[in-house]
């Protein structure tokens, strides 16, 4: 994720409704390519009360792939 503060509440959102609808774990990793801190904020904010979430954080941006 990098810089995507608008669009993530409604992804993360589906993301939390699909997970939940699931018969099986689940398990979300998700990487904060060093975005700006409303985004790396909603993604913890989004990632500390489900154990099934892995929030991993770049020090650097890293461009895609």
Known sequence: ???GAEQLPASLDA???YA???SQP???ILVDDHADAASEALLVAFAA????VTLLRNELNRDKG
């Open 49 to 52: 009360p489900r154990p099934w």
């Open 15 to 17: 993301v939390a409704t």
């Open 1 to 3: 994720v990098y810089n």
């Open 20 to 22: 939940a609808r699931q």
């Open 26 to 28: 689940v398990e979300l």
